[in-house]
């Protein structure tokens, strides 16, 4: 089935290292989105990418990095620069932004926790 | 920049009842509508896209409607059911294709 695989679903982390988050997505989509999801405060855009390796950041993207090496992937890594990186990752993705009327599709999340 | 506002926050009927959800913006220049249903710990769920152009859109019980000279969006359920109950979420976009989101109106279906 067509659709955006996230992983791991629960990730722990102690403090000071750095968590990679997998998205990979079949839906052939060109663009790809990272989102961290907090109690309250709705849905926070972290990084965006609209083609393979090229990528922009979003309004909280200090602390996180992101790779678009191939088009199906688009990986995120919470590093240790990140203060309060305890949140639920949400990946997305959309057709041809060209069109600027794809539907978004999400997937599964991933609850990332420090300790 | 778009400001995306949904209210209200949380809102409890019972079984049967029909409801309106309510969802304005800021910016009146989009080119699309969302509205998504987040279940506790889950991703969203695209239930219903409403182009630019269009008016409303309809899924079986669910009706969205679209009014972009007064910046507002209405997503109504006819005849809830338990399983309805959820976070709605609608979100927007603008030229930029990057998506604005609410912050969601919880809905608990009282059997």
């Known amino acids: 089935d067509g659709g955006i695989t996230q992983s791991p679903k629960y990730l722990f982390r102690k403090e000071g290292q750095n968590v990679t988050l997998s998205c990979e997505q079949n839906l052939n989509h060109d663009a790809m989105y990272w989102y961290r999801q907090d109690p309250g405060q709705g849905l926070r855009l972290i990084y965006y990418?609209?083609?393979?390796?090229?990528?922009q950041k979003g309004d909280i993207a200090e602390g996180y990095s992101v790779s678009r090496e191939k088009k199906e992937s688009f990986p995120l890594t919470v590093t240790s620069a990140q203060k309060n990186p305890t949140a639920f990752y949400l990946c997305a993705s959309s057709i041809d932004v060209r069109q600027r009327t794809g539907e978004l599709f999400f997937g599964e999340g991933s609850r990332l926790t420090v300790l | 920049k778009q400001e995306v506002t949904q209210i209200p926050a949380a809102l409890s009927v019972p079984e049967g009842e029909n409801l309106v959800l309510n969802c304005s913006f800021t910016d009146s220049a989009i080119y699309n509508l969302q509205w998504f249903r987040q279940d506790p710990g889950k991703g969203l769920t695209s239930l219903l896209l409403?182009?630019?152009?269009?008016r409303e859109q309809t899924s079986g019980r669910l009706n969205a409607s679209l009014d972009k000279s007064s910046g507002r969006s209405t997503l109504y359920i006819a005849a809830s059911q338990p399983g309805d109950s959820a976070t709605y979420l609608c979100a927007v976009t603008n030229t930029g294709n990057q998506f604005y989101f609410g912050t969601g109106t919880s809905l608990t279906v009282i059997p």
């Open positions: 409403i182009q630019s152009s269009q």
């Open positions: 990418s609209q083609i393979v390796n090229d990528f």
